[in-house]
T-cell receptor, first 115, second 113 residues
Framework: DQQVKQNSPSLSVQEGRISILNCDYTNSMFDYFLWYKKYPAEGPTFLISISSIKDKNEDGRFTVFLNKSAKHLSLHIVPSQPGDSAVYFCAATQNYGGATNKLIFGTGTLLAVQP | ETGVTQSPTHLIKTRGQQVTLRCSSQSGHNTVSWYQQALGQGPQFIFQYYREEENGRGNFPPRFSGLQFPNYSSELNVNALELDDSALYLC????????????FGSGTRLTVV
């Protein structure tokens, strides 16, 4: 049962343009959503998170939007740079108040930013 | 501030053998989680340790076990290795607050032949 889905395995964008990565989820009990970037031979690197009580969070070039009614979130990267080329994972977690906050990951989207 | 370090980086084992993977958490982080990432998939939660106790477990059999030490470092042990155990094993440390993210190590690539 895939609770977090990234339906686009890959995305190609021109440098300077906007990259939009999408993620859908099925569990309405998730209360935090996170985006990670992963380069080959490295572990995932945390980018940005959003609480389920918000609909937008911004950090520099990265903005995450959350649409709870559609159970959908997206990561916008503006402007895109060649160094952004990596696999992007969407993840969700449910806060048990200090107990396990396991991350449930999507399958990832490979972003290629063309110079 | 040091990040999460894992050892070894690569490992080849034979089916039926046992393996131990190690993880040093980021300074100040008291929670360690282990994930398995198969090729083409997202990381899957194995288990989490908090103050030396297992604090949650994913859908993995008992032959996957772990330890956390007083300095918050951790080990993942897998007994009776199977071919399907071949994967990248990732360790993540945190202070328990999801908003701050989890810091991942670079992983151990395990190949079972």
């Amino acid at each position: 049962d895939q609770q977090v889905k990234q339906n686009s395995p890959s995305l190609s964008v021109q440098e300077g343009r906007i990259s939009i990565l999408n993620c859908d989820y099925t569990n309405s009990m998730f209360d935090y959503f996170l985006w990670y970037k992963k380069y080959p031979a490295e572990g995932p690197t945390f980018l940005i998170s959003i609480s389920s009580i918000k609909d937008k969070n911004e950090d520099g070039r990265f903005t995450v939007f959350l649409n709870k009614s559609a159970k959908h979130l997206s990561l916008h990267i503006v402007p895109s740079q060649p160094g952004d080329s990596a696999v992007y994972f969407c993840a969700a977690t449910q806060n048990y108040g200090g107990a396990t906050n396991k991350l449930i990951f999507g399958t990832g989207t490979l972003l290629a930013v063309q110079p | 501030e040091t990040g999460v370090t894992q050892s070894p980086t690569h490992l080849i084992k034979t089916r039926g053998q046992q393996v131990t993977l190690r993880c040093s958490s980021q300074s100040g982080h008291n929670t360690v989680s282990w994930y398995q990432q198969a090729l083409g998939q997202g990381p899957q939660f194995i288990f989490q340790y908090y103050r030396e106790e297992e604090n949650g477990r994913g859908n993995f059999p008992p032959r996957f076990s772990g330890l956390q030490f007083p300095n918050y470092s951790s080990e993942l042990n897998v007994n009776a290795l199977e071919l399907d155990d071949s994967a990248l094993y990732l360790c993540a440390s945190s202070l328990g607050l999801p908003a701050n993210g989890y810091t991942f190590g670079s992983g151990t690539r395990l190949t079972v032949v």
